[in-house]
């Protein structure tokens, strides 16, 4: 049984900063493709970026260049390091475990709650 749970999430003020963390178990961590997604209230479910075994990375767009995503596999963790926040950013935000590259079948986190507001 595979088990993702996500950490990090909290209250920034427009311009800040936050990491995310998301530990996963119960699987080989370094052969798992991995993803973050976000959900606004009243929205969909949205890609925010996503790093494969092999390290390739992909953003949305309307993050890229603020956002990076990482993996340490020594301990099994995911993060999403987000800059230059905006209150459009705000949502809860879920890290996945895929089966397959970007296929939303997989194995999920509950999410954490990312706030931007003055």
């Known amino acids: 049984q595979v088990q993702v749970v996500e950490s990090g999430g909290g209250l920034v003020q427009p311009g800040g900063s936050l990491r995310l963390s998301c530990a996963a178990s119960g699987s080989t961590f370094r052969f798992n493709h991995m993803g973050w997604y976000r959900q606004a209230p009243g929205k969909q479910r949205e890609l925010v970026a996503a790093?494969?075994?092999?390290?390739?990375?992909t953003y949305d767009g309307a993050v890229e260049g603020r956002f990076t995503i990482s993996r340490d596999n020594a301990v099994n963790t995911l993060y999403l390091l987000m800059n230059n926040l905006k209150p459009e950013d705000t949502a809860v935000y879920f890290c996945?475990?895929?089966?397959?590259?970007?296929?939303?079948?997989?194995?999920w986190g509950q999410g954490t709650q990312v706030t931007v507001s003055s």
């Open positions: 790093i494969a075994s092999d390290g390739r990375t």
């Open positions: 996945t475990v895929y089966k397959f590259w970007l296929a939303t079948d997989g194995y």
